[in-house]
């Protein structure tokens, strides 16, 4: 038995309570090394004739991936505690495996076994519950409508002239509403705005004032009426939380350059020494290296007091339902359970989106986050579908791998895009094939998590790197591609139709070296995706028990 | 390459920040595999001519056990950011590990690799300095000292009477006073009280009120005294707090007893139905089983508003140094929270002790506990030393694997014990073969890591478990094992004198398979420990770069 590939640690994703009352236990070895795991649970405190009494259950294999094997156990401890350990079995040999390593004869004592002391309610992650079922928007509205040109900036080019990285083009709220028959139409039911606070740039990711809407999109008027017709139309709204960093000309950070040390605010950056110089030697923390995105101090108790209120005012005065938080994992991790402390005493089923573009596990354990970007099934979806830069088997194994990495209930509500206003246009990458799109948009709508929509990208729109990914919204239908508009919409509502589609328990089952195959199961419904990414027809042979299935797509036998 | 037994996961005890500048970064891989270990890392944002910049550094072969090499490597970020990857070299192929797995070729963007995004200060795990410098002393109060037989209970046994699990002996306060010269002898310079608040029995963990000092123990006056006493003499003050539960005579309790669900205290508890049945068939959730201590809701708001106003309390009032917690492990973690910002806010160097007998690594990250009272230390040195259940390689290997589960500060002041109230008498696990007890002693007291010496261990006390591990403190030189106490008091003593002996880096280093021999290093300082185990004498070679050292033991050369 390849014993030093075998690994478990309790908490994170390999011991975790699911709900109230169920613990998911998991274990990893080699691939293949183990014909059967058998966990041994019990209670510490129930002991009889000086024996710790315990039960066992068969655990499943639930996933592969290149280098491993994943086996799990779904237990309810009735009393909330448990110790468990793993009779490991490879044919050969079976050992028990547990905190104290491994033993050819079970350990009669529980002392030895791992430990998942109680399962406390309020530590258990619980995104809301609504997260599921939405479909998302991304919207950047400077580029998305243009409904009221009064608002304009003095230097603002027509609409659909390519843009650079200052260019401005007079998207505004009233823009959104008036294209909400767009979106209804689509069928999303979330609009993640990225900021719209007063700043000096176009993507507004350098705040100026975080309790003012910026005057090119609107006013408070305009900002609640679009949350009301959002809401109206069961649209959620959730903004952008520019927490790491702030703008040049926020006021604060001015009256440092200005008062230098004698500033009161001069504790709320990272400031190594007076005076400030936003030259090449940079005296001060930002965002990256660049000058006009100061480093917030978010452990000074001022700037935590002032971004917990920006976080609650626009729940409490607006009513938005989400904060997306940039930069997320450049933040304390104590400023963030503070944020969700305060966000959720407020508005509980608010929903608390990082974006953290690797391995976000030490924030996605119920007292920071509900979700991430998930850009890690975004770098695998994309090197498979769009890049063609990896098999089918390599494409599998990397996203059992991050399936894997995460508890079951945040893979539910993973925030997956294709793409964003800080990656190339996903048609783009795809190389301009509406094909490969196709499929990675079934692919995305039909994988475990709540999906996102890259304004546009739903009607074909192209563009490289940043500004390019950022041009204006094609509203003149003759541009746009409705097939693609079309495809999309029927994904979507397949979602709504099948609940299994969109929330299913997902598992890879190979049909064919060619093809990516998987399962959806949801009660009694199982769906069966096959995906052919390659430019030839293939034969398959449909596994007999979806002999008499639907045909989900024509809604035929 | 055994890929699959190659294992890194950022934050916990595999990357961390040791300080607000310092990143500790380790990789764990089968024992034996790699030949060496290079670490790429370099900050996400720094690129030139479209490539990422990174360097490159040596990992450190820091330890191993049974199944794993450990490497390491210390970063000190410029930024405070890191990307980072591991070049596995074993001598026939070279491969480099990332996030997204291994690759032949070195992956040129940083997307690849692992993330610690940010070392921000307020998420460093930082213990109280002081403690590293701490020997601590644990008293029972109720059989350490009978300074004022007024308060004794109406039914005080005889000091030194055999105890039953609810007999009584009279120890107070005053007692303690009387005899902190035994303490200030021995050399101690901490004393961890098991609880002292009012409660029905001789161990007072079924507390009846948290905000006052049980009658049999002393009054307020008195405790302040004793606080002021150990104070003038260098001696903290830990106390311990009872938060998992409350005891049956608790007046929010009893108020439930009386008034079923219309109580207003009905949301203290864990109540499953009305009305409370402490019979066989519990209706309401306890420590264990045990009806007479109910589990108590700290995840209600008045909860967590009482407990923590106690927390605060003792320390305002009564100036004490810290808090061992009770059941630790069974509380949640949000709680736990709480309780560190308040005690904290306070008392910034207070100290804050989880009673957790198994990995503790989730409580051990900055935002709950300085320390666990470290049972995975005791389990390996007593089935070595004690009950001689282990060989050398096996005692060391354990040892390994504890250490390097959790982060090096985390070790640092780990709360090591060889026996508590909870386990029989260290001797007596010893079987009373005193020469053994030395022994553990000497690694105790040389060991990483903040010792307890359980009262009256130290001058050769015996007794099973509970409640024979609790008898009266003995008085009588006569009855007291002297030698062993000038053992204990001499190793204590070079502690002080040499700080490599107490907070050196810890290594172990084989000399023969019989002995166990370690190094500890600090700064200029090196010293060598050698223990023999066995019953009989061997001849050892010193290494050579210790030919011309100083025998600490004796001061000679």
């Not at 479909?135 to 998305?144: A, G, L, M, S, T």
């Not at 990914?469 to 495809?487: G, I, S, V, Y």
């Amino acid at each position: 038995m390849l014993r030093s590939s075998i690994y478990h640690r309790p908490k994170n994703n390999f011991a975790y309570a699911y709900d109230e009352e169920t613990l998911h236990i998991r274990l990893q070895a080699q691939k293949g090394d183990l014909q059967d795991v058998t966990l041994i649970h019990g209670d510490p405190y129930i002991w009889e004739n000086g024996e710790w009494i315990y039960s066992t259950s068969s655990m499943k294999l639930v996933g592969s991936d290149d280098l491993f094997d994943y086996w799990q156990a779904i237990i309810c401890p009735p009393h909330a505690r448990l110790r468990y350990g793993f009779i490991c079995n490879d044919g050969k040999e079976s050992l028990t495996y547990t905190e104290r390593g491994f033993f050819e004869d079970v350990p009669t004592h529980c002392h030895y076994y791992f430990a998942f002391p109680f399962l406390n309610k309020i530590d258990v992650f619980s995104p809301p519950s609504w997260v599921k079922d939405t479909v998302w928007y991304q919207i950047f509205p400077e580029r998305f409508g243009n409904g009221n040109p009064k608002l304009n900036p003095t230097n603002t080019l027509s609409w659909g002239e390519t843009p650079t990285q200052s260019s401005f083009f007079g998207g505004d709220f009233e823009g959104v509403i008036n294209h909400l028959d767009h979106l209804i139409e689509l069928g999303i039911n979330g609009i993640y705005f990225t900021p719209i606070f007063k700043a000096m740039t176009n993507h507004k990711y350098d705040t100026i004032d975080y309790f003012e809407i910026d005057p090119h999109f609107g006013d408070k008027e305009t900002f609640k009426r679009l949350v009301d017709e959002c809401h109206k139309r069961d649209i959620k709204i959730m903004l952008d939380a520019v927490f790491n960093h702030s703008g040049y000309y926020f006021e604060p950070f001015q009256d440092v350059i200005k008062y230098g040390e004698s500033s009161k605010y001069k504790d709320w950056f990272h400031i190594a020494k007076f005076p400030l110089n936003p030259g090449n030697q940079l005296s001060y923390r930002t965002f990256s290296f660049e000058p006009t995105m100061p480093k917030l101090n978010t452990e000074n108790k001022d700037v935590q007091n002032y971004l917990l209120e920006v976080a609650e005012y626009w729940i409490r005065e607006f009513d938005i339902d989400g904060w997306r938080l940039d930069v997320a994992n450049e933040v304390d991790h104590h400023f963030w359970r503070l944020f969700r402390n305060r966000v959720k005493a407020i508005k509980p089923d608010a929903y608390i989106l990082g974006e953290i573009w690797h391995d976000a596990m030490p924030w996605l354990q119920g007292d920071q986050f509900d979700a991430v970007m998930n850009y890690r099934f975004t770098n695998a979806a994309i090197d498979f579908f769009a890049k063609k830069q990896t098999t089918v088997e390599q494409f599998q194994n990397e996203l059992v791998h991050v399936l894997q990495s995460y508890p079951q209930h945040v893979n539910e509500v993973a925030f997956n895009l294709l793409g964003s206003h800080d990656t190339a246009r996903i048609l783009t990458v795809c190389e301009e094939d509406t094909n490969r799109l196709k499929l990675l948009y079934l692919f995305q709508l039909s994988f475990t998590g709540t999906p996102c929509i890259y304004y546009g990208d739903e009607i074909g729109m192209t563009g490289g790197d940043d500004p390019l990914c950022r041009k204006c919204m094609e509203w003149d239908e003759n541009k746009q591609d409705l097939e693609l508009f079309h495809f999309v919409q029927k994904l979507i509502s397949l979602r709504q139709q099948s609940p299994a589609f969109s929330k299913g328990e997902f598992s890879f089952h190979a049909i064919n070296e060619s093809l990516v195959s998987y399962r959806k199961t949801l009660g009694d419904e199982e769906l069966l995706i096959i995906i052919n990414p390659t430019n030839r027809s293939l034969k398959v042979k449909f596994p007999t028990s979806f002999a008499d299935s639907i045909d989900l797509w024509t809604n035929k036998h």
